[in-house]
């Protein structure tokens, strides 16, 4: 009967360690603060059989620092680039931003057709309705941010 207490007191024990060690684990998670910088409409659109495609999508700045996206890479493509379409002249241009888009504290910047956007550039494959796009979106102060798209169908 010793033997069998002794192996209860031995488990109770092992039990009460593990669930410290299971709560410290949850409050430790519970610090860490949320990712500052919240994505939402993102999408990407087929690529028709062109070797390029576009990724879009809204950036809300839940923090109270201005940050920047400095950039984004993207294991379907090649070289990804941040652009911006602008009219000049009567014609619309693309313009690259090699510094990234800035992002004012409580801001919110959308990238959107027309507009600013991210360039697919040499894709490795075809993007097709259904299909995932993995994106790693680079901050200046907020860090990395690994985010998988959907490719939709383009709008009418």
């Given at each position: 009967?010793?033997?069998?207490?002794s192996i209860s007191k031995w488990?109770?024990?092992?039990?009460?360690?593990?669930?410290?060690?299971?709560?410290?684990?949850?409050?430790?998670?519970?610090?860490?603060?949320?990712?500052?910088?919240?994505?939402?409409?993102?999408?990407?659109?087929?690529?028709?059989?062109?070797?390029?495609?576009?990724?879009?999508?809204?950036?809300?700045?839940?923090?109270?620092?201005?940050?920047?996206?400095?950039?984004?890479?993207?294991?379907?493509?090649?070289?990804v680039e941040l652009h911006e379409?602008?009219e000049q002249d009567g014609m619309?241009?693309?313009?690259?931003?090699?510094?990234?888009?800035?992002?004012?504290?409580?801001?919110?910047?959308?990238?959107?057709?027309?507009?600013?956007?991210?360039?697919?550039?040499?894709?490795?494959?075809?993007?097709?309705?259904?299909?995932?796009?993995?994106?790693?979106?680079?901050?200046?102060?907020?860090?990395?941010?690994?985010?998988?798209?959907?490719?939709?169908?383009?709008?009418?």
């Amino acid at each position: 009967m010793r033997l069998a207490g002794s192996i209860s007191k031995w488990l109770l024990l092992a039990f009460t360690l593990a669930a410290g060690s299971l709560a410290h684990a949850a409050e430790a998670g519970a610090e860490q603060p949320a990712f500052p910088i919240r994505v939402s409409d993102a999408r990407s659109h087929p690529n028709l059989g062109v070797p390029v495609g576009v990724a879009y999508f809204s950036l809300h700045n839940t923090s109270g620092r201005d940050d920047r996206l400095l950039r984004v890479e993207s294991s379907v493509a090649k070289m990804v680039e941040l652009h911006e379409s602008l009219e000049q002249d009567g014609m619309m241009r693309m313009k690259h931003h090699p510094k990234g888009f800035p992002i004012a504290a409580g801001e919110v910047v959308n990238l959107e057709p027309g507009g600013k956007h991210v360039m697919l550039m040499q894709l490795t494959g075809s993007l097709a309705e259904g299909d995932k796009v993995p994106l790693v979106l680079v901050f200046e102060h907020a860090g990395r941010l690994e985010i998988d798209i959907p490719v939709v169908p383009r709008s009418k």
